[in-house]
């Protein structure tokens, strides 16, 4: 491989721009050493193997189709129009892509924008798009709102950085957009620069949601999609940033909706777009709507009860209250007078029972001790009568006569 080493920044100067122009290859060479080092365009040609370990797939033109710049994804048995540049190493000629234009042979003006082009890289950062019905998935707040293909899918969804303007949107609307694609901090977004870069269609769609019940490989072809988690847990409640860290590695933000969350909610669904922002992967759920709650946060007892359960708990406990209803000796239902009565009524209950039970254990021991008298004054006859000696007459018998 020939190669120019630059050994300092003052050695490139830029004096101006210029539009490349790839040299089309109509019959592939018998060797491509020619060709090292150049801007060359291929139609037609066949991926004859899937990609290795290294992003390299095999061509039928003897080169090998390389990731180093673009992560081209091609697989094995596709029919490709590339533009890329040729070089050397291990041995092998190479073909890399620049974006994913590269991959549709360079036609970007006959070529229709989609979100999903412009999330796969096929139109490159700085060129100016012009988006025909799309769908809005979230309104404007903080200077930006989301939109994305009708169809929806994964790599269909961005962000609009509206800027200084107003742009009045609503969930739902269907648009044509011109803006910039921008590469910001990560994130890849569509930069308008008047009002007149958003058009209503008049027309409306309900938005698309992916479903993601597991957490997937990467969250990249999510970014800007409008997405529903299902079965997900908060891991954390929100921190003073107003958000949560959730099952699945992803946040939860309430920049569109103050939501209220603590550690170990459940959550049938959450649906919202998702964001990238501060390196991390955030859906914003837009409204109330958004989040189908499934269980209640853990009680004391640190059992988690469902809501659905409770409620009928607490209907059956009310159910046995009015047929299990308590009276005060006035004869009022307890269970609808106030505090203050029932503590009256008690009051005057215990009083009442308290008073009886005197009389009942005065009565008791009278009756016994009464008992006990009358007993020995018996027994005392009794003796008396069984050591009974009749007086004998004193003196001589009578006479007879």
Request: hydrophobic letters at 35%; proline letters at 4%.
């Amino acid at each position: 491989l020939s190669e120019l080493k630059v050994t300092s920044v003052n050695d490139i100067v830029v004096t101006g721009t210029h539009e490349p122009i790839a040299d089309t290859i109509d019959q592939v060479p018998s060797d491509w050493e020619s060709w090292e080092g150049c801007l060359i365009s291929l139609n037609e040609v066949e991926v004859t193997s899937p990609a290795n370990n290294y992003g390299e797939a095999s061509l039928s033109v003897g080169l090998m189709l390389d990731d180093a710049i673009y992560n081209h994804g091609a697989s094995q048995g596709d029919i490709l129009n590339i533009t890329g540049l040729v070089t050397y190493s291990y041995g092998t000629y190479k073909l890399i892509p620049r974006s994913g234009l590269d991959l549709l042979g360079g036609d970007l003006d006959n070529l229709q924008p989609t979100v999903a082009g412009i999330q796969q890289g096929i139109f490159p950062t700085g060129t100016e798009v012009t988006l025909n019905e799309v769908v809005v998935t979230a309104d404007v707040s903080w200077d930006r709102f989301f939109i994305q293909d009708q169809d929806g899918g994964t790599f269909t969804g961005i962000t609009v950085e509206t800027g200084n303007f107003y742009i009045g949107v609503d969930v739902g609307d269907v648009i044509n957009i011109t803006g910039k694609i921008i590469e910001h901090y990560g994130r890849t977004q569509l930069n308008i620069s008047q009002y007149e870069d958003v058009v209503k269609t008049g027309q409306t769609s309900t938005p698309v949601a992916v479903t993601i019940s597991s957490e997937p490989v990467s969250w990249e072809p999510y970014e800007g999609v409008l997405i529903r988690l299902q079965g997900v847990k908060a891991v954390t409640g929100e921190n003073t940033y107003g958000e949560a860290e959730l099952s699945l590695n992803v946040y939860m933000d309430d920049q569109y909706y103050d939501f209220d969350i603590n550690p170990n909610d459940q959550f049938a669904s959450i649906t919202g777009v998702l964001d990238y922002n501060y390196g991390k992967f955030t859906v914003y759920p837009r409204d109330a709507a958004d989040l189908e709650v499934l269980v209640v946060p853990v009680d004391n007892s640190g059992q988690e009860n469902d809501n659905s359960q409770n409620q009928q708990e607490n209907q059956s406990i009310d159910e046995e209250d009015e047929n299990n209803l308590e009276v005060d000796p006035t004869k009022r239902d307890v269970s609808s007078s106030t505090n203050d009565e029932q503590d009256a009524g008690a009051l005057l209950l215990v009083l009442a029972v308290t008073g009886a039970l005197g009389v009942l254990i005065g009565l008791g021991l009278y009756s016994l001790n009464k008992s006990g008298k009358e007993e020995e004054l018996v027994e005392g006859a009794l003796i008396e009568e069984e050591n009974f000696v009749p007086d004998l007459p004193t003196g001589p018998p009578p006479k007879e006569e």
